[in-house]
Antibody
């Protein structure tokens, strides 16, 4: 069974940093593109970033470029999102998702990030 | 990177059919057959319902179908059931090698 478990969310002040993790199990992690998708409270889904199987290609939504970095450790079956210079508008539930043929095939349950003073 | 355009809400009675549209541009919806649809119940993670415009993952009822014409994709749910009440989101690949969601549509089953 595919499982994706996010962690690392919490309360952070504006301008601060946070690192999210996603532990994957039940599939060959190194064979799939992976994404982060977020959802602000009461709002819609927003794709944030994705990363190729070997980490050689990474793409980001414009609003996080230069502030967020996606990475992965295939030996640890883990996906990460380093978030710097956080803003109030980054407040959201962050989901880890396994991609397949450019869709989000499996999702984790999400971790809440709150940016507030 | 503006979101794809979806109606904010749609409604229908049990047994009826509804269609949710998802309008983009030739740089996303119209340019690729990588349009997918997701169902999200309150407090839950989204669930893939349709991929590559019209394909259903195993386990998704055949009441759910997808199509595309030009820059607009559509999700049709026939034989509406109470459990179909949820938020629905479309997604598309883009010419910038990114992915994009629609703003979401709240489906109410009357």
């Amino acid at each position: 069974e595919v499982q994706l478990v996010e962690s690392g969310g919490g309360l952070v002040q504006p301008g601060g940093s946070l690192r999210l993790s996603c532990a994957a199990s039940g599939f060959t992690f190194s064979s799939y593109w992976m994404s982060w998708v977020r959802q602000a409270p009461g709002k819609g889904l927003e794709w944030v970033a994705n990363i190729k199987q070997d980490g050689s290609e990474k793409y980001y939504v414009d609003s996080v470029k230069g502030r967020f970095t996606i990475s992965r450790d295939n030996a640890k079956n883990s996906l990460y999102l380093q978030m710097n210079s956080l803003r109030a508008e980054d407040t959201a539930v962050y989901y880890c998702a396994r991609e397949w043929e450019l869709n989000f095939q499996h999702w984790g349950q999400g971790t809440l990030v709150t940016v507030s003073s | 990177q503006s979101a794809l355009t979806q109606p904010a809400s749609v409604s229908g009675s049990p047994g009826q059919s509804i269609t949710i549209s998802c309008t983009g541009t030739s740089s996303d919806v119209g340019g690729y057959n990588y349009v997918s649809w997701y169902q999200q119940h309150p407090g839950k993670a989204p669930k893939l319902m349709i991929y590559e415009v019209s394909n259903r993952p195993s386990g998704v009822p055949d009441r759910f179908s997808g199509s595309k014409s030009g820059n607009t994709a559509s999700l049709t749910i026939s034989g509406l059931q109470a459990e179909d009440e949820a938020d629905y989101y479309c997604s598309s690949y883009t010419s910038s090698s990114t992915l994009m969601f629609g703003g979401g549509t709240k489906l109410t089953v009357l």
